[in-house]
Nanobody, 116 residues
């Protein structure tokens, strides 16, 4: 069982930046960030593989968001720049275990609000 603890959400003006962190209690194959706005379905934001560092981004955040990992701290970060009001959502950290191909573990979520 892997536990994920997120931090770093908050309120920011449009054009501003925030950095989210997700600390994992154990090793995983990959970790990702998802978000869910009120009344909308949860959507993929970004993901990173632990071993290779290979990253993947949703088109709506490419060039503005950067996902990275700290192998020693077992923590994944999501640096969000040039934030827009449409980025407002609850952001969830998720992980794919080393024996799975889907996201098995989820964090509690952290609110990101971007004001116009």
């Amino acid at each position: 069982q892997v536990q994920l603890v997120e931090s770093g959400g908050g309120l920011v003006q449009a054009g501003g930046s925030l950095r989210l962190s997700c600390a994992a209690s154990g090793r995983t194959f990959a970790m990702g960030w998802f978000r869910q706005a009120p009344g909308k379905e949860r959507q993929f934001v970004a993901a990173i593989r632990w071993s290779s560092g290979t990253t993947e981004y949703a088109g709506s955040v490419k060039g503005r968001f950067t996902i990275s990992r700290d192998y020693v701290k077992n923590t994944v970060y999501l640096q969000m720049n040039s934030l827009k009001p449409e980025d407002t959502a609850v952001y969830y950290c998720a992980a794919i275990s080393v024996v799975s191909t889907t996201y098995d573990y989820w964090g509690q979520g952290t609110q990101v609000t971007v004001s116009s």
